[in-house]
């Protein structure tokens, strides 16, 4: 049985951040969005990582969010929002294994779970939807594409709330990719967002600041940006 002993905490923290930001609790949110509106102080690099799905540290007054370029766009939405927590309530660096200090990384995973699909927008959609314990393949692939979430976080979801059975999550644990093609969506959710190495968010944008301000010599500014793999904006 999977834990869930803080899950009602976790989500009420993930409602503090949407209500912080302006983001009602029932529609879905651009987690991407969110990193470069509501953050000035937030870089993500998405790199490829062997085995690791996300890693965040603080370096002074900046945050750095790593991202596994390698994983589907759901994976990566899900994976800032559990870099988020560490950011925000670990304050300390962190690499996601899976390894280490297991309490926290089920705290960022509920967080992360609950940030991107409130428990109240899971009930009122439940309720809308004519869902009580009886979620059948479709149902859950219509509300992960609606909910913009992973078919492995939702049903793991859905299985820590015990609207679902472990025969039923077993079941449901497999490939949706061609099932949801043929119910009429695209694919955007279970390919990369960004498959290359690259970096979006505050320090490329402070980069150019400092340039602007003749703080910084070009050879450097090309230096910082190639070091964050924006190979096209150097000339
Ligand atoms: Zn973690």
Redesign the pocket.
């Known amino acids: 049985m999977i834990k869930n002993e803080y899950y009602y905490e976790m989500n009420e923290l993930a409602n503090e951040c949407r209500r912080e930001w302006f983001i009602n609790e029932n529609v879905p949110i651009d987690i991407f969005n969110v990193i470069m509106n509501k953050f000035d102080d937030v870089t993500i690099v998405f790199m490829n990582m062997e085995n690791i799905s996300?890693a965040s540290t603080i370096i002074g007054k900046s945050k750095l969010i790593f991202i596994n370029s390698k994983e589907s766009y759901a994976r990566q939405r899900f994976n800032i929002a559990?870099?988020l927590y560490?950011l925000r309530f670990d304050n300390r660096s962190?690499t996601?294994t899976g390894e280490e200090n297991k309490e926290?990384?089920n705290k960022?995973d509920q967080f992360a779970s609950c940030l991107l699909l409130p428990h109240g927008a899971l009930c009122h959609y439940e309720k809308i939807n004519h869902l009580k314990n009886n979620w059948t393949l479709e149902d859950i692939i219509n509300a992960e594409q609606f909910f913009q979430i992973s078919h492995q976080a939702f049903i793991w979801r859905l299985r820590l709330l015990e609207k679902i059975t472990f025969e039923d999550y077993n079941k449901f644990k497999v490939s949706i990719k061609n099932k949801a093609l043929n119910m009429g969506y695209d694919t955007k959710l279970y390919q990369p967002y960004h498959e290359t190495n690259c970096t979006m968010g505050s320090y490329i944008n402070k980069v150019n600041k400092l340039f602007d301000k003749d703080l910084i010599s070009p050879g450097l500014r090309d230096e910082l940006l190639l070091d964050a793999f924006y190979y096209d904006k150097v000339w």
């Open positions: 996300g559990h870099e560490h962190v996601c926290n990384e960022a």
